[in-house]
């Protein structure tokens, strides 16, 4: 992320400069950071309703219901997390409401997500597997039906704007499918190669916890 | 098929609602007061990704501002052609990934100016439909748990957009050519 954040910042200067573009882009910074505040309090009533809606499904034991449904599935996509996790259902609900378009409602379905995936993650700043996996299935962005393109296609006169539903279905799945399956060797790449190191650190704080009670649990 | 379709995507909110709902007063949960519990989290979160969501969006509006988009985009139409791609649906193709605002402006410049029954608008309605708006995604998602090292995440985001683009040329290829 560092050296995303450099190169987008450095990079604009340095093309702006030559494209004698320097003064949008600073002016950008100002309306850019404007946007952002925007964008996040925008989100504000909406991520209050659905988790408030969330509450109430994880107390009534609907997401309980929902993780077990699909727990053949989400075990082999998270596989590292414990099993009955009320995260599946929160997977669940974000991927339903991306398939149906409504974007708005899947984000707090998400952050409820990954606020589970946050509590087995052994290290804080660095992304787990389970979270890794989660972002692949929402950047490549599954979509049943794209509600926002077929309004702007019949806006502008599109005889018949459900011809493009189809195409957009297999295009989407094959990104989905693509992502989840990079996900998973991506996971494997990395495992294999800090095994070495990660065995000798889990092995140090086992010992670290394991140190007044019984050894040799495993 | 079609109808089916959107009668799914209006009632699947309601839907949802009333089942979550009802389970919870069948359960004898307090209902208002869970729904008020969780929703007091919804002002946090939504601080809590400020600082991050303004890192990635001044960048990428930094970068959009620069003109580098239509630099990479001079460089790149000649080899677009040889595949035929119209070369109006390049800028779309590299702002899709940074911002979800920008490609839906794009979007409707091209379908504006190309009409309705264009290529470029089926293609173009096809990328943008089949895809997210991967910065953003992973600043919302990895800022409101605190997680600054993201791993392999955005290079698989990348990817996918990359494999979902040449997948919408095919499939629009195959389809509309």
């Known amino acids: 992320m560092n050296y995303i954040f450099y190169f987008l910042v450095v990079s604009s200067i340095i093309i702006g400069a030559f494209t004698g573009k320097l003064n949008d882009v600073v002016n950008s910074i100002m309306s850019g ?37 699909l727990e053949p599935i989400t075990k082999w ?55 890794c996996m989660f972002l692949a299935m929402n950047t490549a962005g599954f979509q049943l039906i794209p509600t926002t393109v077929l309004a702007i296609l019949a806006g502008i006169g599109y005889k018949n704007p459900t011809e493009i539903i189809a195409p957009t279905l297999i295009v989407t799945s094959i990104a989905f499918f693509s992502a989840i399956i990079m996900a998973k060797i991506f996971q494997y790449l990395s495992n294999s190669q800090c095994v070495r190191i990660e065995s000798q650190c889990e092995r140090k704080s086992n010992i670290r916890i394991s140190g007044d009670e019984e050894v040799g649990n495993e | 098929m079609n109808n089916l379709l959107n009668l799914i995507s209006l009632w699947a909110l309601p839907v949802i609602l009333i089942t979550i709902l009802t389970c919870g007063i069948v359960k ?3 209902i208002y007061e869970e729904f008020t519990i969780g929703a007091k ?66 979007f409707s410049d091209i379908a504006n100016t190309a009409g309705p029954e264009a290529y ?4 173009a309605a096809i990328m943008l439909g089949s895809s997210e708006t991967t910065f953003y995604v992973l600043a919302v998602y990895f800022g409101a748990v605190g997680i600054t090292k993201i791993r392999y ?22 389809l509309f050519a």
Do not use: H
Request: charged fraction near 15%.
């Open chain 2, 120 to 123: 470029s608008t089926k293609l």
């Open chain 2, 41 to 106: 989290d919804g002002f946090k979160v939504a601080v809590k990704i400020i600082p991050y969501l303004v890192a990635i969006i001044v960048g990428i509006s930094m970068f959009r501002a620069s003109g580098a988009i239509d630099l990479i985009a001079n460089i790149l139409s000649p080899i677009l052609l040889k595949f035929n791609i119209p070369s109006d649906t390049l800028p779309l193709m590299l702002v899709r990934s940074l911002s979800g605002s920008g490609a839906l402006g794009i």
């Open chain 1, 33 to 69: 950071a404007e946007l952002s505040v925007k964008v996040a309090f925008s989100l504000i009533g909406i991520m209050a309703f659905w988790l408030g809606i969330m509450r109430i499904a994880e107390k009534s034991g609907v997401l309980k219901f929902i993780s077990k449904l």
């Open chain 1, 77 to 131: 996509l998270f596989d590292e997390l414990p099993p009955k996790s009320p995260a599946i259902g929160d997977v669940a609900m974000n991927f339903t409401a991306n398939a149906l378009g409504l974007a708005n409602a899947a984000t707090p379905f998400g952050i409820r997500a990954m606020e589970e995936f946050q509590t087995s993650n052994t290290k804080k700043d660095t992304a787990s597997n389970s979270m």
């Open chain 2, 28 to 30: 004898k949960v307090p």
């Open chain 2, 153 to 174: 995440a955005l290079i698989i985001g990348l990817l996918a957009d990359l494999i979902g683009i040449v997948a919408a040329v095919s499939v629009c290829n195959l």
